[in-house]
């Protein structure tokens, strides 16, 4: 039989995915699994971009150009004028999902056995966008005692070597729901100029901030202009994650040129999707307003529940909406098939996601799972009451 790639043998498949054929099995057994493990936000999509899509006037559905339709990259140049970011619609190209625009910048600026360093946990499919690149992720451990902020800066300096490319971090974080702050952002700025590095900026879940606290873009960071890369998407922001709209955005004329490259190897990002997502640019202010109080409410709700379960140790999060907990047992693996395959309460049982699978340094992270509070209300009381029950008789 013809051989697969070596590449294709170590592509990592997802650490969530693993668990879903025992998802499986327990609906099978008539169990209803409260799902706090994957990020499939609940909330409606604006109804404006369902609209632009429901009745349109198109009469071929086109390709588009390969950095995104002009009118499109025109506002949402705006809407990043309104989110104090200076740029001009040429510094953006529009993608099919973050996903691609992570590929495009991986691309662009790094060759074969380069490194990019990496505050971890991360997530997870930054992984096999390394692996798809042929570039080495270079780990630096973030703590869940210090709730995941930024490692200290010299962390970080201590691991830059000749092929050191890019720093890459997720600002709000998921799995951490850590929101890096200004004076976070100066030090790597600082860092990335100093070594003459790339700082690549994963803002997917900007929006999502609580507790009035400010998100800082490496973006409005004077002099970064030449090293800042961001990774940004439609998904989370408007819950249209079937879309696959995203951007990469840099003022790096080499960077777009660059990138454009691979985007015009892919000919177009979704041309249907593209009217949805510049649609939802329209978006009614009040509708963030709501969204994030919702999740704000979540957080705060899903927070004092799990403060009810003893021998946890919470990361509080203050943005996305994610966290990393650590709970009571040797392994979170074991615990996440086991709640699955052995326990129910009443017919009812929740999947958590392993969090060992967000960092790629061996045998860390081992009794952490991150927990998504993407349900409403009751059913996040709910699933957390049943963790605690599980925890109770969980032979550990
Ligand atoms: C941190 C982060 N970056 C990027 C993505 C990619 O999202 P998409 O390709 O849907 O834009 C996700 C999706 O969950 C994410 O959580």
């Avoid at 971090?169 to 702050?181: A, K, Q, R, V, W």
């Avoid at 998100?215 to 940004?232: P, R, V």
């Amino acid at each position: 039989m013809p051989k697969i790639s070596k590449k294709g043998q170590m592509m990592p498949s997802s650490p969530i995915r693993k668990l879903v054929p025992y998802a499986e099995q327990a609906y099978k057994e008539g169990k209803t699994v409260y799902h706090l493990n994957i990020g499939q936000p609940d909330i409606k999509t604006p109804e404006i971009a369902l609209d632009a899509v429901r009745v349109h006037s198109l009469d071929i559905l086109a390709y588009t150009r390969s950095e995104g339709s002009e009118g499109y990259r025109k506002k949402i140049a705006q809407y990043y004028a309104k989110n104090n970011i200076n740029v001009d619609h040429s510094d953006i190209i529009v993608t099919t999902g973050g996903s691609e625009a992570l590929l495009f910048a991986f691309g662009s600026v790094m060759d074969s056995d380069d490194e990019i360093i990496i505050p971890e946990p991360f997530y997870a499919n930054y992984n096999g966008f390394s692996t798809a690149s042929d570039i080495k992720v270079v780990p630096v451990i973030s703590k869940i005692d210090d709730n995941f902020a930024l490692p200290a800066i010299e962390e970080f300096e201590k691991l830059i070597t000749d092929k050191t490319k890019a720093i890459l971090i997720c600002n709000p974080g998921n799995p951490t729901g850590y929101l890096y702050s200004k004076e976070e952002i100066r030090q790597l700025a600082a860092v990335v100029k100093k070594h003459d590095l790339f700082l690549i900026a994963d803002e997917v879940y900007r929006e999502f901030v609580y507790d009035g606290n400010e998100f800082y873009s490496i973006m409005q960071e004077e002099g970064l202009e030449d090293h800042a890369i961001i990774i940004d998407s439609v998904s989370k922001r408007y819950s249209m994650c079937g879309a696959r709209i995203g951007y990469l955005v840099s003022k790096n004329k080499e960077v777009i040129s660059t990138a454009l490259k691979f985007a015009q190897a892919r000919l177009s990002p979704p041309t249907l999707a593209q009217i949805a997502s510049e649609a939802a640019l329209d978006t009614p202010q009040s509708y963030f307003d709501d969204v994030i109080k919702e999740y704000g409410k979540r957080r705060n709700i899903l927070i004092r529940e799990l403060k009810k379960i003893d021998g946890l140790k919470i990361a509080e999060p203050k943005g996305a909406f994610y966290c990393i907990v650590e709970l009571p047992v040797k392994s979170a693996d074991h615990f996440a098939q086991w709640l699955l395959e052995s326990y129910d309460y009443n017919k009812e049982t929740v999947m958590v996601a392993p969090a060992a699978g967000f960092y790629s340094t061996p045998n860390v992270g081992l009794n952490q799972i991150r927990i998504a509070y993407v349900l409403n209300e009751e059913s996040l009381i709910r699933a957390v009451y049943i963790l605690k029950e599980a925890l109770k008789v969980y032979p550990n």
